[in-house]
């Protein structure tokens, strides 16, 4: 016998409770995705699932930047016209993406896997902290610049860095705030706007 | 050489292009999904690889009623303590899944696999149609509920299908119009305010 809550084949509610722990997808969600995976079998479900297990066996974090990649060092670290004076130190992994995607930085990247946080308990222990400080000492660093949200936490865990960088000989800079390029001034928020005037440019 | 767009490995990049044909998740979100499954690899990623192919493989349609199972007939069709004089007819499994979640219904179900629609193409032959005149010619059947959708679309199926039902020897029914429990009158549209003044009940 089924329970009253269980409505559909165990397989097809596990599924759903899994698709439902997907950031982005919710109960309601996992359910139409569940439907729409079972109706496109072959052209979405099965690839999706081996895709899954391919990436769950063979992605690693890179042991030198902490970047997600199949191989180790990875990728970004490995390549040979990169900059390794320069060293752009980012929350997540998904922020290298962005910094690529964007194609505007040519150096190297350090990720720390989070940000400082009271809140959640994250402590600098608990961030890529010492391997950061062991790559800025090496002898051709030139610049970390501390690419962070402008969050709280973002901006402590740069204050932070910025304490611990300071021994070493390299500029530490950290990225600009401003008007968002395409940003509406009448929608941006007053901390924007006044970063924005207090590092205006000559036009 | 990788491509300026390629900015993780390409296992990353298939992930999260199939992630983005997931209903519910665009590009952005399944960058983001992406992230946090390779984040949780041993908890989500490879539980769900693992559910998406044995779904896949296991889950078929019934052949009777048209809604997914992994055994044929379905659950729902070979379950003894069910009303078989009752059809309830549906456009998608999950109106059949919505129904149980109610608990609302305990006679058969019939699953259209769509509804009629000039716009997509979608003609008579292409839903279950056949089989639901088939099923509902059976001797047992007292009653055919259509339970679609109140949109063009759907009543233009319950029409059609009330028409190609009305030889036969059943009360076809529909789901009845009105206010949805909880929902507030100032809210509502007015074609359902209208409904539900023209299906007034003595209170």
Known sequence: MRSKAITAA????????LLAKVPGLGPRSARRAALQLL??????MAPLAA???????????CSNCGALDTQDPCM???????DDGLICVVAEVGD?????????FKGRYHVLGG??????????????IAKLLERASGPDVREVILALSATVDGQTTAHYLAERLQPLSVTVSRLSHGVPVGGELDLLDDGTLF?????RRPS
Chains 1, 2 share one sequence.
């Open 10 to 17: 165990p397989e097809i509610e596990a599924l759903i409770s």
């Open 39 to 44: 109706k496109r079998k072959d052209q979405l």
């Open 51 to 61: 895709a899954l297990a391919v990436a769950a066996e063979k992605v690693r974090a």
């Open 76 to 82: 970004l670290c490995a390549a040979i016209d990169r």
């Open 96 to 104: 290298v993406w962005a910094l690529e995607r964007a194609g505007a």
């Open 115 to 128: 940000t400082l946080s009271a809140l959640d308990g994250v402590r600098p222990d608990d961030l890529r």
């Open 195 to 199: 970063a924005a005037l207090q590092s």
